[in-house]
């Protein structure tokens, strides 16, 4: 099986490796080269359009591809803990890393694909931007943003039904992983709730391995859970 895999990171990195592993052929999309032997490394900003356009036009399309690039905080911003914290620029620039790729990504598949083309589109979410199941609050950039790929993957679920019914996307939830994306925010998580990188690459193509396109649009957990809007 062929794989794009947007983002070098933790999870992204985790994932090319066990997918070689499984005899796949596996072409990373990144800005720094995650070093792997049998991975086809591409470098990009997944936030450019133009560059992935350009990076990826001469590549025959996959059967899978994984969108794994996420912000939840940075040197410039961190979550918010109350409504004074929150701007418009952090929002925005939550919403360029958290949501914008994988609708660029989108318009980049949908231009090249044919009608019975099985290809499935994931993208890494999050439970907090299930509205239904906000308890907690605060957050805010990042909720919306996750909320608003929440979203899109619906949208876009509802479009290639139509127009790709052999195609699928969906979002997934990861868990809590011990990754740069978590680092600050793993004090007080009950033992055993956080998962290497290798074991959550593992969950998460589990989960990918038994979805279909009758699936398409929805968000599952880790565990493969199916999480409401």
Known sequence: MRYWIMGGGGIGRALAAACVERGDEVN???RSNPELADVRWHALDI???DAMNTVCAGLP???RVINTVGMLHSEQWQPEKRIE?????????HMRVNTWPTLALARLLSARMERR???LLAALSARVGSISDNRGGGWYSYRISKAALNMAIK???VEWARRFPAACVVGLHPGT????LSA???AGLPTGQLQSPEAAAQHLLAVLDGVTPEQSGRLFAWDGQEIQP
């Open 184 to 186: 600050p925010f793993r």
């Open 117 to 119: 083309q099985p290809l």
């Open 47 to 49: 936030t450019d359009e």
């Open 28 to 30: 990373v999309f990144s």
């Open 155 to 157: 949208n876009l679920g």
């Open 61 to 63: 399309l996959p059967e």
């Open 85 to 93: 914290q929150f701007t418009q620029e952090a929002l925005l620039d």
């Open 177 to 180: 992983v011990a990754t740069n």
